[in-house]
């Protein structure tokens, strides 16, 4: 079973699917020796399933129409 959380070498090894392009890339950085902060990847499939939650399902479907220059306004922060 893999872990839910993935450092940089893992994440490398765990490939593009398990952890998402931006995970992936971070990982494939830090392999090849450019800085990249310590850290690492909560893996896609947690991701996938917290956004199933309810909660977390009717905010992502509230913010889901919102356009760029429309998240900095104060109505957004009400968003219930």
Same mark, same amino acid.
């Given at each position: ?10 994440? #490398?090894?765990?490939?593009? &699917? =398990?952890?998402?392009?931006?995970? *992936?890339?971070? /990982? ?18 947690? #991701?996938?399933?917290?956004? &199933? =939650?309810?909660?977390?399902?009717? *905010?992502?479907? /509230? ?18």
């Amino acid at each position: 079973m893999m872990p839910l959380i993935l450092n940089w070498p893992q994440a #490398y090894e765990a490939g593009l &699917r =398990a952890c998402g392009g931006k995970g *992936h890339h971070l /990982a494939k950085l830090q392999r090849y020796g450019f800085p990249v902060p310590d850290g690492g990847v909560v893996v896609a499939n947690v #991701y996938r399933q917290l956004m &199933r =939650a309810p909660v977390l399902a009717e *905010h992502a479907q /509230a913010v889901s129409t919102l356009r760029a220059e429309e998240v900095t306004a104060p109505t957004v922060s009400r968003i219930p």
